[in-house]
């Protein structure tokens, strides 16, 4: 049910300058009166539910008399063919002033120096994405959970969300981790509170969206395991969510997944030598089933996030690849057309679910953003010792930068799926 919005073949453009656009959302201050915070049973099915399967339409924001307040246009618009236009307005949080972004991330603390990179904003061909307005997106999640699961990659994307969301907040001191956590690439689960708003949105680390193990080879020694036909263990978090958004691929191309050997399981079953990508494919499917089996989609919304690009030359993560010195996007050539295998499959993947998906495709969006990514500025560097060129990041993005699109497009379905629906009460879904 669920579809690509990438179509392939449309050529794209880099433009120089576009008009900033005022927001079309009138601020929605705090509901003080609703402080009860309400989240899905654990055990709930799709399957105990009758009749056809519909997508929820309870994340929106609406006027009184059942009128939309979204761009007009944009329920129809193709959010994921498009340009990156200059804008001055841009970034959205000023680069330093968010303490959530860790130190892998914070590019220019840790001595970039150029920032043309910041100034880039995602436009869709068709459409303009609705400004993102913090405090609209907020009163749109009310009351619930949103939840990024995933890798390294989807931590980016959450440190991401952590500092837009918070522009929108008048007492900064009423968002915190619940658990006084500081964020960093060693821990696995976050869940950041908005207490005005009654609502969490959390982080779970799942490298591969399934089970990974470990077994003792004949030697005594431990030797880690993939169980593709088993979802992970944090899947009982996931239950509890009402937004989630889901990754795996960038650990799918790293040696022991991508070789195959003695790795991957199915049972008890453990494949002397296994194709990565035949792999990929039964991992996504067994999550998809998890999803078809788990999740309502009249009281939750599913997003999946698509393969974000890596722009190394000269070798890979492991082998010498760089990509300092980029300080512009990627103008033309065959990398704008570049639509991976990996992404092929999610395609097929979703097309096949129960429950519909919505796919965030920010595959040919990331295909120009060879300039976004921390490279060398990866690790703050002590005063007067030179930067390692060694080993660069050119997978992971600076913040702020490119994953803030992705979550501008989150805003953008969240407005663009409630055209003419009326307002409902927070607990009409919950």
Not at 38 to 55: A, K
Not at 75 to 81: H, I, L, P, Q, V
């Amino acid at each position: 049910m669920a579809t690509s919005f990438l179509s392939r073949n449309a050529t794209l453009s880099i433009a120089s300058q576009e008009p900033a656009h005022a927001p079309t959302h009138p601020l929605v201050p705090p509901n003080s009166q609703n402080n009860s915070f309400r989240s899905i049973s654990d055990e709930f099915s799709v399957q105990d539910e009758t009749g056809p399967v519909q997508e929820n339409e309870s994340f929106g924001v609406t006027d009184d008399n059942g009128g939309d307040l979204s761009m007009e246009g944009v329920k129809e618009c193709n959010f994921y063919m498009g340009t990156w236009v200059k804008d001055e307005g841009y970034p959205i949080y000023k680069q330093g002033s968010c303490p959530y972004v860790d130190e892998a991330f914070d590019c220019q603390s840790n001595g970039r120096g150029d920032s043309d990179y910041l100034k880039w904003r995602w436009k869709p061909d068709g459409c303009d994405l609705p400004r993102f307005n913090a405090t609209d997106f907020l009163a749109r999640i009310r009351g619930k959970r949103l939840m990024l699961v995933g890798d390294s990659m989807n931590r980016n994307q959450f440190e991401s969300i952590l500092c837009l969301l918070r522009e929108g907040l008048h007492n900064k001191s009423k968002m915190y981790e619940i658990h006084g956590h500081k964020i960093t690439k060693g821990r696995g689960y976050f869940v950041f509170k908005f207490e005005d708003y009654n609502c969490t949105v959390e982080f779970v680390r799942s490298h591969f969206l399934v089970k990974e193990g470990v077994r003792v080879n004949a030697h005594g020694n431990s030797n880690p395991t993939l169980s593709i036909d088993q979802i992970d263990k944090t899947a009982k978090r996931w239950k509890r969510a009402d937004i989630l958004v889901f990754n795996t691929g960038h650990w799918w191309a790293h040696g022991k997944t991508a070789r195959g050997k003695n790795y991957y399981k199915e049972g008890d079953y453990l494949y002397p030598e296994f194709d990565s990508v035949v792999a990929y494919k039964r991992a996504l499917r067994t999550w998809a089933n998890w999803v078809d089996k788990n999740v309502n989609p009249k009281k939750q919304l599913v997003f999946y996030r698509g393969y974000s690009s890596a722009h190394f030359r000269g070798g890979d993560w492991d082998s010498g690849g760089s990509c300092n010195g980029e300080t512009g996007p990627v103008l033309s050539g065959t990398i704008l057309n570049n639509y991976p295998q990996k992404m092929k499959i999610v395609d097929e993947v979703l097309k096949e679910m129960q429950v519909p998906v919505k796919l965030l495709n920010v595959t040919r969006l990331t295909n120009f953003r060879k300039d976004g990514h921390p490279s060398i500025y990866g690790k703050n560097v002590t005063a007067g010792k030179k930067v390692s060129t060694r080993r660069q990041d050119c997978s992971h993005w600076c913040l702020p930068g490119v994953p803030d699109a992705w979550n501008e497009l989150i805003y953008a379905t969240l407005v663009s799926q409630q055209i003419g629906t009326k307002k409902k009460s927070n607990d009409s879904f919950l």
